[in-house]
């Protein structure tokens, strides 16, 4: 599938800063209204407002992309609450029964959720992600890259396929995958590498 996304919105799902992006949009929208408008403003209300306490800077969306991974440890007992969790997590994210078949519509739910990514993928570099030895010892660059990779390879393709929710999953997949992917000039062949590793 082909998610669009017209020159003038990129700009507003490459920036991670949440204050930054309001600033973006309110100036994209002044310029005209492509008919996603409204969807991108609910995404971004939803992603980054806390129902519980209204006001608290929060980033609902990156937390569901943390939590992700450990989906694949649910005992199979409990496969079937935790498929529903990982529903509502995907609701959050804006894939719900409201979206649309229509293409802008996917598209900019594809980009949200590729925006979070994103933001969760510069979580994934510095000294402290990925330590080794107890955490004593820093990992590389290509063992930080290589930990993303299977992490990433988890969220796509292990859960979906495990949970049985690979059409329901399938712009989220294919989001976290896309902006993995374009990371850096290698992450694509790590991305590989673990897809053969696993299978």
């Not at 005992?75 to 078949?101: C, F, H, N, Q």
Request: with cysteine; hydrophobic share 35%.
């Amino acid at each position: 599938m082909r998610y669009e996304c017209s020159g003038s919105w990129m700009e507003y799902y490459l920036e991670t800063d949440p204050d930054k992006r309001k600033e973006i949009f309110d100036r994209l929208s002044d310029l005209g209204d492509d008919g996603a408008n409204a969807l991108r403003r609910t995404l971004f209300d939803n992603r980054h407002t806390d129902p519980k306490h209204p006001g608290r800077p929060v980033d609902r969306g990156l937390w569901e992309i943390m939590l992700m991974p450990i989906n694949d440890k649910a005992l199979y007992r409990i496969l079937p609450w935790t498929a529903k969790s990982i529903m509502k997590s995907m609701s959050v994210l804006g894939i719900d029964e409201s979206i649309t078949d229509d293409d802008m519509s996917v598209s900019a739910v594809y980009w949200e959720i590729r925006n979070a990514a994103r933001r969760y993928y510069e979580n994934c570099k510095g000294s402290r992600y990925a330590r080794k030895w107890f955490g004593i010892a820093s990992a590389s660059e290509d063992e930080q890259l290589e930990r993303t990779a299977s992490d990433v390879y988890i969220m796509a393709e292990v859960i979906p396929e495990k949970y049985k929710l690979v059409e329901e999953m399938r712009i989220f997949s294919d989001a976290v995958r896309d902006e993995f992917t374009e990371r850096s000039p290698r992450a694509r062949q790590v991305y590989d590498m673990q897809r053969k590793m696993q299978h």
